[in-house]
């Protein structure tokens, strides 16, 4: 996907139709994407190489992976200022995954990966 607004409403819009077809609900499973993509987007590629999203499924949860090229720059979940306008995606992310993390590699990238679970969705 693009490394824009445009690529990570597009990642959103692709899972939510992957979703569908495997007959889950959209909640909160596209939110996870969308956070996690708009990041890759706005923080984790350059507009050359942009961001890849891959869903799975297994016995008790979806799995959502976003790999980009900038395995310089990890994420946290720190907690931004009482006045910031950004910075909570990852809190986000945290609230409605059973878990998430960071995997680094293949150089130079990273994969950012969140679980939801089956019961939750």
């Known amino acids: ?3 824009t607004r445009v690529g990570a409403r597009l990642a959103r819009l692709l ?3 992957r979703l569908r077809a495997w007959g889950l609900p959209l909640d909160p ?3 996870v994407v969308a956070e996690l993509a708009a990041n890759a ?3 984790g590629s350059d507009r050359r190489t942009g961001f890849r999203l891959s869903l799975s499924v297994t016995d008790t949860a979806l799995r959502i992976e976003v790999s980009d090229s900038a395995g310089d720059r990890m994420p946290g979940a720190g907690l931004p ?3 910031a306008e950004s910075g909570r995606g990852l809190l986000l992310v945290g609230a409605l995954a059973e878990r998430w993390g960071v995997t680094p590699g293949p150089p130079p990238g990273k ?9 939750d969705l």
């Open 81 to 83: 200022a009482a006045d």
């Open 41 to 43: 987007a706005l923080h």
């Open 1 to 3: 996907m693009s490394s």
């Open 111 to 119: 994969t950012v990966w969140a679980e939801v679970p089956l019961a």
């Open 15 to 17: 899972a939510e139709c």
């Open 29 to 31: 499973a596209a939110l």
